[in-house]
């Protein structure tokens, strides 16, 4: 079988779905489709859905808040082969569709769910088990079945499907920050769609929008950087995703046009579940930059600081500059007269919150108490519930608000820097590509000590390939996806590369992990060039 690459680009629907060029790696389509003959009594699938993981490049927790990330999508990715039986044909007269998910993975066991045409709600998601990993494409079908079109669900002549066969391939490691779960929901999302004759009907945007929404109800509480990426993202470009006012994507070329470094993943195969540990980690950091926020617009003495506008961070930087003026605060600040100066009102503004943040928790550097925090924000008892504790839950004694809402704004202005680097540099010539790479690399290991040292989801095996990896040769190296855990990112010469890789095979997993074949070797540290976004393939 020839199977195609999805033509790259970014706006028109269609380009999710229509085929062109020769993708690489036909073997693993053929062997998707025989095994889901094997598995589907001999029947062939009708399509094959995908969507890619992707790496973070820089840009950590901050899209929860409203601040532009710029990730990439990767090579790594998940597969659905998929057919469809309609009602008609099936010769009887469905009020539902039965979906039979399997997956190539042993551990993931086979499940199947049905669902009424008219609403989801028999669709229940488990909290535990060999089956749970099938939420991911519950949630996303519940998300989907309010766009899905009406004179299909209501169809007299049954063009409904009343039956979805899906097997589900997939190659990036789950749990390990490069975004497993918003492949399995995006690349669900399509397979709703393509079955239900309905993704002429809807948007990438508006699908990474239900995507986002959706995949909350698993239990984190997340922003949208990931679907976003699995969704938008075409070859060889990193993608400039902003969420505020709304999600815009912007395609970007990493500079030089013809690379001479490359970005080098490698794992440190130390799991972090968000779904278990989100209460102490993930969701709890979400809160207190929420807590922050509200700190922040009532020091700022804001009108609205109790609106929906001041809920973020972000929203609090956009009420704050309804009314200030850039040029007298630059006119108080060197600081922030340099920033402007070079890199622009944008990046002015990010700087005068940092410094506001400054000021703001003076005094309380370390961490807050509920009561503190009370006092802070101005929310108490049950209104401090129903604000801050009521979504998703959390357990923390004190609340760091202070390194919490420094990370973010300071994080949003490297990733600012990095991507005019990354724009204004593209035609340059190996030469100054080069010092530009430098730049680069200093944004990223800033990041990873910000997220080491203020935001707290650092582990001492990701410090230890960071550190590894800055001795051989990386230009920047941090952490990438959530942290606790899960891979990390470096920028390497290209003539580095083998070295690089072999440093931290004997450096980190010949200690950690002797008993590694090689394939898994390969699997936990590669080098990667951004790839294409979710796409179907007609078989
Ligand atoms: P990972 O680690 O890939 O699950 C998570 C969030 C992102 C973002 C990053 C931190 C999900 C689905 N994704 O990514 O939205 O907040 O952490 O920058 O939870
Ligand atoms: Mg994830």
């Avoid at 229940?124 to 079109?149: I, M, Q, S, T």
């Avoid at 990733?415 to 690399?441: E, M, N, P």
């Avoid at 707290?456 to 190296?477: R, W």
Wanted: hydrophobic share 40%; glycine share 6%; aromatic share 8%.
């Amino acid at each position: 079988m020839t199977v195609s690459d999805p033509v790259p680009l970014v706006s028109a629907l269609d380009a999710i779905y229509s085929p062109a060029g020769v993708l690489k790696n036909g073997k693993r389509w053929d062997d998707l489709a025989s095994q889901f003959k094997a598995l589907f009594g001999g029947a062939t699938p009708d399509f094959i859905a995908r969507a890619p993981g992707r790496v973070n490049l820089i840009g950590e927790h901050i899209d929860y808040v409203g601040f532009s990330v710029f990730p990439a999508a990767i090579e790594k990715d998940i597969l659905m082969a998929t057919k469809v039986t309609y009602a008609a044909s099936a010769g009887a007269q469905a009020d539902g569709v039965e979906v039979v998910l399997k997956n190539t993975t042993p551990r993931f066991k086979e499940t199947r769910f049905t669902s009424r045409y008219q609403d989801t709600n028999s669709v229940a998601l488990l909290n535990e088990g060999d089956e749970r990993w099938a939420n991911y494409f519950k949630v996303a079908f519940k998300g989907l079945h309010p766009h899905l079109p009406s004179h299909i669900l209501a169809d007299t002549n049954d063009r409904r499907p009343s039956r979805i066969e899906v097997l589900v391939d997939g190659t990036i490691p789950p749990e390990s920050s490069l975004s497993s779960s918003a492949a399995m929901t995006t690349c669900s999302s399509i397979v709703v769609l393509e079955a239900f004759g309905a993704r002429q009907l809807i948007d990438r945007k508006e699908m990474a929008e239900v995507a986002i929404e959706s995949e909350r109800l698993v239990g984190v509480n997340s922003g949208g950087m990931d679907q976003s990426a699995s969704i938008f993202s075409i070859p060889n470009h990193a993608l400039f995703i902003s969420f505020y006012p709304t999600l815009a994507v912007q395609p970007i070329q990493l500079p030089p046009s013809e690379p001479d470094h490359v970005f080098v993943i490698a794992n440190t195969l130390v799991v972090s579940d968000k779904k278990v540990t989100g209460p102490v980690n993930y969701n709890l950091r979400v809160v207190e930059t929420r807590m922050a926020a509200r700190a922040l617009a009532k020091y700022l003495g804001l009108s609205e600081a109790k609106a929906d506008g001041c809920k973020t961070l972000r929203g609090v930087q956009e009420a704050y500059f309804a009314h200030a003026d850039i040029q007298t605060e630059a006119a108080n600040s060197a600081e922030v007269a340099e920033t402007l100066e070079r890199y622009g009102a944008e990046a002015a503004r990010l700087k005068i919150m940092e410094l506001k943040v400054e000021a703001a928790f003076a005094s309380k550097r370390e961490g807050l108490t509920r009561q503190e925090v009370e006092a802070a924000t101005g929310y108490a008892g049950p209104e401090f519930e129903q604000e801050f504790l009521s979504s998703f839950p959390i357990r923390a004694d004190t609340f760091a608000l202070y390194a919490r809402s420094k990370h973010v704004f300071t994080e949003a202005l490297r990733v600012l820097v990095f991507q005019s680097l990354c724009s204004s540099t593209s035609s340059l010539s190996a030469d100054k590509g080069a010092s530009v790479y430098t730049s680069l690399g200093s944004l990223m290991d800033g990041s990873q000590a910000s997220l080491r040292d203020l935001y707290n989801c650092s582990c001492p095996e990701l410090d230890e390939v960071i550190s590894i990896a800055k001795a051989n040769g990386a230009l920047g190296s941090r952490l990438t996806g959530a942290g606790w855990g899960g891979c990390t990112v470096h920028l390497v010469p290209k003539p580095k590369v083998q070295s690089f890789i072999q440093a931290i095979r004997t450096g980190y997993y010949a200690k950690k992990f002797p008993d590694l074949t090689e394939e898994q070797l390969q699997d936990a540290c590669f080098d990667t060039q951004p790839a294409g976004g979710a796409c179907v393939y007609k078989v």
